[in-house]
């Protein structure tokens, strides 16, 4: 990443895929991070949906920004399209299309600096903005989501703990079991491996 920022003349620009850890990760990454959004113009960071670039489960980002021509302060605010909550799992069933990037194409705008008026949509929607202090106050972390994961189960209709501790116990008690019928099974056919071989 580094190279690529360093490399761009003043007014270059780039786009570079990121796993998600090159943006939260702490000491020198946190450092990357400021040197990146001083020296340019970080305006827009595209979350990918899991696994489209790596290894199934590992979370991407792209970050699109501008050198700026002076060394300090470039970066005022940050666009965050979320590409990733939400959405489908991507893959041979459902292939990413070219249509699921045309929310985010309107949103990002016809300037290719990121410099298209915009606007925020607000909490519940998938296109923010944070300014560079807020994302200070963040420690540089770049990781932001926003957005309800609507897979992820809500807390206000869960049953009691008690019931919930005595469905686990239970489920414990039944692989238990199991565990000894087929320790029990390999204990039996090793037997029988050993009388073979006596025989």
Same mark, same amino acid.
């Given at each position: 990443? +580094? ?6 003349? &003043?007014?270059?620009?780039? @786009?570079?895929?990121?796993? *998600? ?10 450092? =990357? ?5 001083? #020296? ?6 595209? !979350?990918? &949906? ?5 290894? +199934? ?5 792209? $970050? ?30 459902? &292939? ?5 990037? #045309? ?11 990121? #410099?298209? &008026? ?9 296109? !923010?903005?944070?300014? !560079?202090?807020?994302?200070? #106050?963040?420690?540089?972390? /770049? *990781?932001?989501?926003?957005?309800? *994961?609507?897979? /992820? +189960?809500?807390?206000?209709? %869960? ?11 239970? !489920? $414990?008690?039944?692989? %238990? ?6 320790? @029990? ?11 073979? =071989? %006596?025989?």
């Amino acid at each position: 990443m +580094q190279h690529v920022y360093r490399g761009l003349l &003043p007014g270059g620009r780039a @786009a570079v895929v990121l796993p *998600d850890n090159v943006l939260f990760e702490d000491g020198q990454g946190r450092q =990357i991070r400021a040197d990146l959004m001083d #020296k340019c113009n970080l305006h827009t960071i595209l !979350r990918l &949906p899991t696994g489209i670039f790596y290894a +199934q489960g590992v979370k991407t980002n792209v $970050l699109f920004f501008e050198r700026g021509t002076t060394e300090k302060g470039n970066t005022k605010a940050i666009w965050f399209y979320d590409l990733r909550t939400n959405m489908p799992s991507f893959g041979k069933r459902i &292939p990413l299309m070219r249509s699921h990037f #045309k929310d985010f194409e309107e949103c990002y705008g016809d300037d290719a600096n990121g #410099k298209s &008026p915009r606007t925020d949509l607000g909490e519940l929607r998938r296109w !923010r903005c944070f300014t !560079r202090e807020e994302i200070a #106050k963040r420690g540089d972390n /770049l *990781d932001i989501s926003w957005l309800r *994961d609507e897979s /992820l +189960q809500s807390g206000d209709n %869960l049953p009691e703990p008690e019931i919930i501790a005595a469905e686990i116990m239970e !489920r $414990l008690q039944i692989a %238990l079991t199991q565990m000894e019928e087929l320790t @029990a099974l390999l204990e039996e056919e090793e037997t029988k491996d050993d009388a073979v =071989i %006596l025989e």
